[in-house]
């Protein structure tokens, strides 16, 4: 069925871009919790200068050298923020991404389903069909034996589903070759109840009444 092929191929290929998508998205996640891991890391030293500066313990150049450390990380502080915010907006648009890729394998999913319930019906349908045309065998193979079915059979498995075929106009309905008189003759003195068969194509030839004999 082409339409199921078609969805089944867009549903691999949805797979491919949602994993490719979802795996950004964890390595930003990494370089975010890095980040925020960072920022946390200068605030902590931060408020750990503050605290003796605050206390006023040690000497006045010591107090001063905590002082100039304050300024660097309140800098440094100030860059990893501005780089932790970056990361953060990169997450935000690759979770979009994640999310709208999401949506559209439920949606193709779905589709699928009903494709695939149509299919199954179908098939199902086919089933029965074939299960109505067989059922007149036994009756069929009792009429005509079971000799000239298993023929016909073997014609029909070779010829590619036609095993035998009406002669109409000295045309064989298989092959739609004409017949020529040899075979014409040959077919009108033949017995009624005699297997003919065509020539070209080797299927079993029924004679009709428009058969031209």
Do not use: F, W
């Not at 890391?41 to 206390?55: F, I, N």
């Not at 193979?141 to 000295?170: F, M, N």
């Amino acid at each position: 069925m082409a339409q199921l092929a078609a969805l089944e191929a867009r549903a691999s290929a949805l797979d491919s871009e949602l994993v490719r998508a979802q795996t950004a998205l964890d390595d930003i996640q990494r370089e975010v919790s890095k980040a925020e891991a960072d920022v946390q890391l200068v605030r902590a030293r931060a408020a750990r200068d503050q605290s003796r500066l605050d206390s006023g313990t040690g000497s006045a150049k010591d107090l001063q050298a905590i002082q100039h450390e304050l300024e660097s990380l309140r800098r440094r502080q100030s860059e990893l923020e501005d780089v932790e915010i970056e990361i953060m907006e990169r997450a935000e648009t690759a979770e979009s991404e994640v999310a709208r890729l999401t949506r559209d394998r439920e949606a193709l999913t779905a589709e699928l389903d009903e494709v695939r319930a149509a299919r199954d019906a179908a098939l199902k349908d086919l089933d029965l069909e074939a299960e109505t045309v067989a059922r007149p065998r036994p009756d069929t193979v009792a009429g005509v034996g079971e000799d000239l079915v298993t023929l016909y059979e073997k014609i029909r498995v070779q010829s590619g589903g036609l095993g035998a075929a009406p002669l109409r106009q000295r045309r064989c309905g298989g092959c739609q070759l004409e017949l020529n008189n040899v075979d014409m003759t040959r077919i009108k003195s033949a017995p009624a109840d005699e297997v003919l068969r065509c020539e070209e194509c080797r299927r079993i030839l029924v004679r009709t009444a428009e058969s031209g004999l």
